[in-house]
């Protein structure tokens, strides 16, 4: 009888410690990775987050985009259009301009100016899309 007592209250303790440890109150509870909530919408403007769907792209996924050259070589922004990434395009994702919010189809895309940085990434500005921003 004595043994099962000491048994059952070191589960208590173990089971408390835990919960002190590893549970909502404590400090290391928001940094284990099985405890974050996995977020899958964005803000247009946000990074790694698509601007015709809003959805949060996974690491080495990529827009569709088209780039054309500057009208001078000393001209550091160039005319862009963003199709979108792999899951509006394919999955049937509500697309929606950012500017005007109008719904867009799969044949349609925003218009945007890229900024080109020397020794920095690119810098995408959205203008609109083909219909709020007649090409």
């Known amino acids: 009888m004595h043994i099962l007592l000491m048994v059952i209250c070191g589960?208590?303790?173990?089971?408390?410690?835990?919960?002190?440890?590893?549970?909502?109150?404590?400090?290391?509870?928001?940094?284990?990775?099985?405890?974050?909530?996995?977020?899958?919408?964005?803000?247009?403007?946000?990074?790694?987050?698509?601007?015709?769907?809003?959805?949060?792209?996974?690491?080495?996924?990529?827009?569709?985009?088209?780039?054309?050259?500057?009208?001078k070589p000393t001209d550091i922004d160039c005319i862009m259009h963003i199709k979108g990434c792999y899951s509006c395009l394919n999955n049937g994702i509500p697309r929606r301009c950012p500017i005007c919010k109008a719904k867009l189809t799969v044949n349609d895309f925003l218009l945007a100016r890229m900024f080109k940085r020397p020794g920095r990434k690119s810098h995408v500005h959205v203008l609109g899309c083909n219909r709020c921003r007649k090409v």
């Open 11 to 71: 589960i208590i303790l173990l089971w408390l410690g835990h919960f002190l440890f590893f549970g909502p109150p404590s400090p290391f509870y928001p940094s284990l990775p099985w405890s974050k909530e996995k977020k899958f919408k964005g803000s247009p403007g946000e990074a790694k987050v698509c601007p015709v769907c809003s959805m949060l792209m996974p690491k080495g996924d990529l827009l569709k985009t088209v780039v054309f050259p500057p009208r």
